[in-house]
C-alpha cells in the first residue's frame, strides 16, 4: 500500500461513510478499478478508517454523544438500585437510548449471514449495482416525504424498529447505512433534524462493533501487517477529516429536501454498476 492508497480510501470513506452513496460499495468499486482487491480483505486497514469516521461522528455530535453517555451511566446506576422499571422512559435522551438500543438489536440475526452478505456483492457486480440502485430509490422517495414534528421526546418502539430494520438492508455493499437510516426515519414521520441525529448516534455502536468484527477478522487470517501502521494512521487521519466535512453537508442537504442529488448519483453509478457487469458476464 502506497500513502497515496491511503489517503484515496480514507477519502473515500469519510465521505461515504456519511453521505447517502455507501462506503462498503465505492471502497469495494474501488478495489476492482484499481485491481487491488486483495485490499479489500485487509481487515486492519478498514478498521482504522472506520475508526476514523467514529471519531468524526462523535466530534461533529459531541454535546449529544456526551448527553446520551451520561443519560446511559444514569440508567446503569438506576438498573443496580431497583429504579430503572420505575423510571420508564423519562427524558428525551433516555428514550432516545431506548430506541437505540431496540434499533441495534435488530441487526444482531443479520450478523450470522453477514459474510455471505458481502459475498454476494464482491462476486457479483450486477447484484451490487442493483444495490446502488435501491439506495437511489429511497433517497428519491425521501424527498418527497411531508414535514413532520415527531422529535427525540416521541420516538416509540415502532420507528426504532423500522430504521433498525432500514439499517439491516444496508449490511449489503452499495447500501448506503447512513441513507437508509435517515430514509426509514423520514418514512416513519420523524422530523427531519432527529432524523439525522439518530442516525448518526445509531451509527457510533454500529461502526464500532464493525471495528472490533473487522480486528478479529485481521487476528483470525493472521494478516496484522504492523509495518503499514503508518499508512493506515494516514487513512485514519484522512477519513476523519474528511467525515467531518460530510456530516455538516448531510445536515444542510436533508433539511433542504436535496437527497435528489445522490439519487440521481447513485441511480447512474448502479446502472453503470450493472451494465459493467452484464459485460463481463457475457463476454
Given at each position: 500500500?502506497?500513502?497515496l492508497?491511503?489517503?484515496l ?5 469519510g465521505?461515504?461513510e ?7 460499495g ?6 476492482h ?15 482504522f ?7 468524526a ?7 449529544t ?28 435522551e433516555?428514550?432516545?437510548v431506548?430506541?437505540?438500543l ?5 441487526l ?8 455471505f452478505i ?8 450486477i ?10 430509490l429511497i433517497?428519491?422517495?425521501?424527498d ?5 414534528t ?13 430504521i433498525?430494520i ?10 448506503s447505512r447512513?441513507?437508509s ?9 420523524v ?6 441525529k ?15 468484527v473487522?480486528i ?12 503499514e501502521?503508518?499508512?493506515y494512521?494516514v ?13 455538516k ?25 450493472v451494465g459493467?457487469?452484464v459485460?463481463?458476464?457475457v463476454?
Amino acid at each position: 500500500m502506497t500513502i497515496l492508497d491511503a489517503i484515496l480510501q480514507g477519502i473515500i470513506q469519510g465521505l461515504t461513510e456519511f453521505l447517502p452513496v455507501s462506503s462498503s460499495g465505492h471502497l469495494m468499486l474501488y478495489a476492482h478499478i484499481t485491481g487491488n482487491a486483495e485490499d479489500s480483505n485487509n481487515f486492519l486497514f478498514s478498521a482504522f478508517l472506520h475508526l476514523g469516521t467514529l471519531l468524526a461522528t462523535c466530534l461533529a455530535f459531541k454535546e449529544t454523544v456526551i448527553a446520551l453517555a451520561k443519560e446511559g451511566g444514569a440508567m446503569v446506576v438506576d438498573l443496580f438500585t431497583g429504579k430503572l422499571i420505575k423510571k420508564g422512559l423519562g427524558s428525551p435522551e433516555r428514550r432516545m437510548v431506548y430506541m437505540l438500543l431496540l434499533s441495534l438489536l435488530v441487526l444482531v440475526p443479520f450478523y450470522f449471514v453477514r459474510d455471505f452478505i458481502e459475498g454476494v456483492a464482491q462476486k457479483y457486480l450486477i447484484a451490487l449495482g442493483c444495490f446502488f440502485l435501491y439506495t437511489s430509490l429511497i433517497l428519491f422517495l425521501s424527498d418527497r416525504c411531508k414535514k413532520s414534528t415527531i422529535n427525540a421526546g416521541d420516538l416509540t418502539w415502532i420507528e426504532a424498529l423500522i430504521i433498525g430494520i432500514f439499517q439491516a438492508f444496508a449490511l449489503f455493499p452499495g447500501i448506503s447505512r447512513s441513507g437508509s437510516t435517515i430514509c426509514g426515519a423520514l418514512f416513519c414521520g420523524v422530523d427531519r433534524d432527529t432524523a439525522v441525529k439518530y442516525s448518526f448516534m445509531l451509527g457510533i455502536p454500529t461502526i464500532l462493533a464493525g471495528c472490533l468484527v473487522e480486528i478479529k477478522d485481521a487476528v483470525d487470517v493472521g494478516k496484522m501487517p504492523v509495518n503499514e501502521i503508518p499508512m493506515y494512521l494516514v487513512g485514519f487521519v484522512v477519513s476523519a477529516i474528511v467525515g467531518i466535512g460530510a456530516i455538516k453537508l448531510v445536515n444542510l442537504l436533508v433539511k433542504n429536501n436535496k437527497f435528489k442529488y445522490f439519487a440521481v448519483y447513485t441511480l447512474l453509478l448502479g446502472l453503470g454498476v450493472v451494465g459493467y457487469g452484464v459485460m463481463n458476464v457475457v463476454r
